[in-house]
């Protein structure tokens, strides 16, 4: 895993989930975050880097436990990715339903503010996640 210095208005430098399954981990989020206009930066012997196209640092990070214990999901974690429009949202969540994923909430307005859309996932680990896009349809 490369590491770089983050953007000077990044709160993290990058997020890590764990897998069980890389290959199984990769076609997912290669899926999930692809909707979102996300992309695959970055390869490794135990690991898969994703960020904006051309970045030049992976933000969110899919890895094989490092201690080789089994990968497992945190209650009360997740992950939450900005999404540039509601259908990318709606992608998103397809595309992690399609993928092995399972629905932890459709695609929808919520209760955080008036143009909060977001969808709920489970990765096939576990993991939660999210997609989100404040901006009017």
């Not at 960020?51 to 933000?59: N, R």
């Not at 214990?69 to 939450?80: S, V």
């Not at 399609?98 to 008036?114: C, F, K, N, Q, V």
Request: aromatic residues 10%.
């Amino acid at each position: 895993m490369s590491m770089s210095s983050e953007p000077a208005n990044a709160m993290l430098s990058y997020l890590t989930l764990g897998t069980g399954d890389l290959d199984r981990a990769q076609d997912f989020y290669d899926a999930v975050l692809g909707a979102l206009g996300y992309a695959r930066l970055e390869n490794d012997a135990n690991g898969r880097g994703y960020g904006l196209p051309g970045a030049s640092h992976s933000g969110f990070w899919i890895n094989e436990p490092y201690d080789r214990r089994p990968a497992g999901a945190g209650n009360g974690t997740m992950a939450c990715f900005n999404a540039p429009s509601r259908a990318a949202v709606r992608a998103f969540h397809a595309a992690g339903l399609a993928h092995g994923g399972r629905d932890e909430g459709a695609p929808g307005l919520r209760d955080y503010g008036p143009q909060f859309y977001a969808a709920y996932l489970r990765d096939p680990d576990g993991n939660k996640l999210s997609a989100v896009c404040e901006a009017p349809e």
